[in-house]
């Protein structure tokens, strides 16, 4: 969003890329791939930085490593097409309040913090939850990382372990989400992008 914002501010910085031999949409799409790409640069960089600073209580599934890779990519595309969408109306002077009234209730309502799950006695809470694409990210990367934990019952004289999974939203609403959220505001950041940059 940011690099966006300032390339559409008062330098006009973009206008170089738009002249370019090619419609004005593939400019936003290469604004999409680009940042989908850091997006998942970041996210690698974070796997041996979180194995640094846990060390041995640094735990991650190994079996669904392919499905960590789909939601990766997933998620990155829906960072960069919201970040497309929210750098095409957002100006450069109201940068400040994009991180106060966007990004802040947006990490709040994202289930970043907390499982969704664990929103049941709050229902109203946990389906407004459902609109923020943040939350479908973060319930398919605790679905693809979260190894099941081992908790021993102690239950009428007997003891025994049970093996227990966090619960998260089922699989295809996690792809329902992300994949609904991408196509939607890529469509429409595509959209008033093209009507942005032309005057």
Not at 53 to 82: E, K
Not at 90 to 102: H, N, R, Y
């Amino acid at each position: 969003t940011l690099p966006l914002v300032l390339d559409l501010g008062f330098g006009r910085e973009i206008d170089d890329r738009l002249l370019a031999p090619l419609p004005i949409q593939l400019v936003a799409v290469e604004k999409v791939l680009f940042a989908a790409l850091r997006g998942l640069v970041a996210g690698a960089v974070i796997f041996p930085l979180g194995y640094w600073i846990l060390g041995s209580d640094y735990n991650v599934r190994t079996d669904r490593i392919g499905m960590l890779i789909l939601v990766l990519v997933l998620t990155s595309l829906v960072g960069a097409t919201l970040g497309l969408t929210i750098g095409v109306l957002v100006k450069p002077e109201q940068i400040g309040l994009m991180f106060s009234l966007i990004f802040t209730p947006l990490l709040f309502t994202g289930c970043a913090y907390y499982p969704w799950g664990s929103l049941g006695s709050i229902r109203w809470f946990q389906i407004l939850t459902l609109f923020n694409p943040l939350t479908y990210g973060s319930e398919g990367l605790r679905y693809s990382m979260v190894p099941p934990q081992h908790i021993v019952v102690h239950t009428h004289g007997f003891t025994q372990t049970v093996t227990a999974t966090l619960p998260t939203l089922a699989t295809q609403w996690v792809f329902l989400g992300l994949g609904g959220t991408v196509v939607f505001f890529f469509a429409l950041g595509v959209w008033l992008f093209s009507r942005r940059v032309v005057s």
